[in-house]
């Protein structure tokens, strides 16, 4: 099972994000799990976590370089999420579903 992160500014909307793209994904039969985190939690994550790939929600985007940082220095991708790709509507959980399986290890 492969295994993304949201980092979120407060992890409410990232949930959400999270639970119907990990759906979206088991209907398709695909073995690829989301989970959301607050920012704050977001650099532990980062360094400490068997997580494949972070994504870091629009609402966090002021803290992309130092958590792209952290991520190049553990090997692992840090990829941020446009808004469109933010919505919890087919058509965005879609784009977000693409986003990670494009970028997921």
């Known amino acids: 099972m492969k295994k993304a992160l949201i980092i979120c500014a407060a992890g409410m909307s990232s949930s959400l994000m999270a639970k119907k ?51 190049d220095e553990v090997g692992k991708p840090v990829v941020s999420i446009p808004f469109q790709a933010y919505i919890p509507i087919p058509s965005g959980i879609e784009q977000l579903a693409k986003l990670v399986e494009d970028n997921i290890n």
């Not at 039969?29 to 994550?45: C, F, P, Q, R, Y």
């Not at 360094?47 to 952290?70: E, G, R």
């Open 21 to 71: 793209v990990t759906e979206f994904f088991a209907n398709q039969n695909k073995a690829i799990e989301l989970d959301a985190v607050s920012a704050t939690e977001g650099s532990n994550k980062i360094k400490n976590s068997d997580f494949s790939l972070f994504l870091i929600s629009p609402q966090t985007m002021m803290m992309f370089d130092k958590l792209k940082a952290l991520g």
